[in-house]
């Protein structure tokens, strides 16, 4: 022994010491940048993507004159239901033509087309689903808001200026002068915009219009099928390999497909839907009931391993008393040991859950990524999907569709922030240490 | 095909149950799939015959032209599209697999013309551009003193004295496009013969025929530089936008519609001295613009309810007319419209292609 102290560092220890410090200083600049990027991602999406949940309005009273909507004078339906869109589009724009003059408001030097351009196609076809659902409107004067055009709603959105509205054929400079007063008069409103999560998907001549409410209803749907099919057959498979079946080479044959089929890419379970469920068994293209199939041939594995690994978690000790008092193995998997790993399973259900919830790739290739306008009436039926919404909307050509397209996603992350959370509280609430 | 094994016993009751499902209630709807570049249009018009018919909104689905075509010719049946949207003709090969399967008289509809333009961006210089030009500044060889030589031009300038200085950078649709088809057609191979070069190659030729010679030509005109100054772009033009956006100095080929939905972004450049809009198009003065179709599967008339009127309704003057939504939104109408809409009337199916 040397009679250094130990209170003296050698050039080892300290050379020993620094590479601590070194490995800290990584590790710490490791998760900063992790936590830069993600406050990067998280304030670009809500930056671009708030906008979608507020709106422009114009709200101005409207005549519905029976001698355009009503020739016949009898409210006879299939004539109410002859009278197009066009038709209200043209008397949206007179009413609010009139509107501006009655208030005295300076309008410049524009045209009858100037303010229809003001004006979103949609809000033509609401009045005239408000008219064909109740044919004695007609004849009376009522208080109708309307969706302002893209274009203007961009203005306030900060997409479009007036600079780039002199260069813009779909609006111009005047108009947005106008929405200016309309403003101050309280014609033209900004608010809350719950439309953007009940309305449909609008065409490309429309993206104020446009809404998520088919692809949430899609993505529900598809969420039931995969819930309802994925955890009996899930827990069914894991129960069984875990505490019924032999150890052989096809048990293990099994588990290590399993895991491989875990790690399988999406897309192949869209090929393998395609081939199966729509060209084998016929089924119809779009329909949430395929895409339900195929997320859950894609989530099965994931359920399966966490679910096998909860029930490992269950000490053998459980299993033996319960054996040891006279239970039946079936009574023992299903009274003591399933209940005790539940909280596990459940957790691995709901973090499959918002994978397949945010699954892409697969839903492209069965029809998934259509144009739909009708609500759903069941699974069958043609539906969109959130994430594919938002891929959807990225390559439309109006400006406008961009906001919409960060909205969606914001929704998207709010429901798996949500689904997590549920899974962290189950988690924390009924694990159970031994 | 362990995947198949693995899910097969445990999917088939499912599909069992799903399948009488389907059997038992047919499909309402039109479904519709097939080249994006007609897909807004198609979404748009699906979007007013919804509103103002009593038939559901038909499901409008993207894909490409090739695929679109392909899925019509899957079969005859309620599991099959309605309409498949093309933005080129469709090919004997197509028919011959539709024919195969069933699929036998097949209408075919005109709904107007697509322009294709160049844009820049807003606040750069101003290009007067020909086809020649274009060639001059992208094809992998140029003419130089009668003979074919490496091409070396750097700026716009190099190739035409009268184009902005600026580095040529050129961001032009991916082969697996519709529209690069016609960027070959009617900008390469008409700026290749307008600059003498394709004679030139048509000489250079070892091919065994006439035929094979100029097929070797046309293959020498529509080869482009690798030295990274044409981009091909394989995404929708949404990403050539986004790329222009960050190289203010290149140049885009998009679709007339889009250009008209982004003027506040682009500028846009003249061909032979023709400003692209829908006038000019429809007129034939501005040379780059190709057909758009739909094809129609005739058998369905009848049987997926709608899908005449919802035909009628998309070639009708309120829609494709001059005056109508599509024109508005950038579609060139056709100025043969009036039999197009006669033809749908009739439910004249198409003739075998020449």
Redesign the interface.
Known sequence: MSGRSLFAKDARTAARNRAERRFRAFGFSAILLALLALVWLLVSILTAGAPAFRQTFLTFPVTLEAKLLDKSGIADPAALSKVTTTTYGKLLAKALEAEIAARGIEAGDMKSKDFAKMLSEESAATLRNMVLADPSLIGQTITFRALASGRIDGYYKGRVTMESAALDKNVSPAQLALAERLKEAGVLTITFNPGFLTMPDASDKRPEAAGLGIAIVGSFLMMAVVLVLSLPIGVAASVYLEEFAPRNRWTDLIEVNIANLAAVPSIVYGILGLAIFINFAGLPQSAPIVGGLVLTLMTLPRIIIPTRAALKAVPPSIRDAALGVGASKLQTVFHHVLPLAMPGILTGMIIGLAQALGETAPLLLIGMVAFVRDFPGGFFDPAAALPVQVYNWTTRGDPGFVERASGAIIVLLAFLILMNAVAIFLRRKFERRW | M???K??AP??AP??AL??A??AA?A?D?L?I?GS?TV??Y???V???F???F?F??P?????GSGAGRKKLCEGVG??T?DIANSSSRIKQSDIDLCAQNGVTEIMEVRIGYDGIVFASD?NGADFALTPADVWGALSAQTVKDGALVANGAKSWADVNASLPAQDILTFIPGTKHGTREVFDVKVLEEGCKAAGAYDLFLAASAGADDDAKKKDAIAGCTTLRTDGVSVDVD????ETLSRLDANKNAVGVFGL??Y??????LKVATMDGVVPSVETISSGDYPVSRPLFFYVKKQHIGVIPGLKEFVQFFVSD?MAGPDG?LA??GLVPDPELAATQAAVDGETIMKPLN
């Open positions: 362990t995947i198949l693995f899910s445990m999917i499912v599909i799903a399948a499902a389907t209630d499909r709807q479904q799939a994006s897909l807004p198609a979404t748009i699906a979007e007013a919804g509103e103002n009593d559901p909104t499901v409008v689905e993207g894909g309620d599991t599209i807003i995404g929708d033009y949404t519609s889009f008209e939905n982004n003027t506040d972004k309120e939504a508005d939104y």
